[in-house]
């Protein structure tokens, strides 16, 4: 694992910026935080992080536009980028995936510990199996 780079948090409710910029330094990696996608592609212009853990729903541009940028600047093109938003619709995760996400996960659904295990295997370069990939959630259970 290449900790000399850091990790970019691209997410913009507190909470989670806490909880994973914790987890990831508590492991030894450096950790950038951006709260907006506009910020988030100013330190892409100049940083190539080992990892990108990318929110979708964000002030001003979505976080699949980050992910276009991402894809497309041939500096950090090969970075692997997990997606996790509280959007969990197929169509989405299909969107997120096509636009060349490594992988996508339910941010609040997901325990933390399983998000870092995803995130230290993209980081070691493994790909997650199809089953794996888009960790879609069964239908929510109703209390009738």
């Not at 990696?29 to 979708?56: H, M, Q, R, Y």
């Not at 964000?58 to 894809?71: A, T």
Request: charged share 25%.
């Amino acid at each position: 694992m290449n900790q000399n780079q850091p990790i970019l948090i691209i997410e913009d409710e507190p909470p989670f910026q806490e909880i994973y910029r914790d987890i990831f330094e508590s492991k030894g990696f450096e950790v950038i935080v951006c709260d907006t996608a506009e910020d988030a592609k100013n330190v892409l212009s100049s940083t190539v992080p080992c990892l990108v853990l990318l929110d979708v729903i964000l002030p001003g541009m979505s976080g699949l536009d980050v992910l276009e940028f991402i894809r497309s600047n041939q500096s950090t093109q090969a970075t692997p980028v997990l997606v996790y938003s509280v959007i969990a619709e197929k169509e989405q995760v299909d969107r997120a995936m096509a636009l060349g996400a490594n992988d996508y996960t339910i941010k609040g659904q997901t325990p933390a510990v399983e998000v870092l295990e995803k995130a230290l295997a993209l980081i070691r370069g493994d790909q997650p199996s199809n089953e794996e990939q888009q960790d879609t959630p069964k239908t929510p259970a109703t209390n009738t």
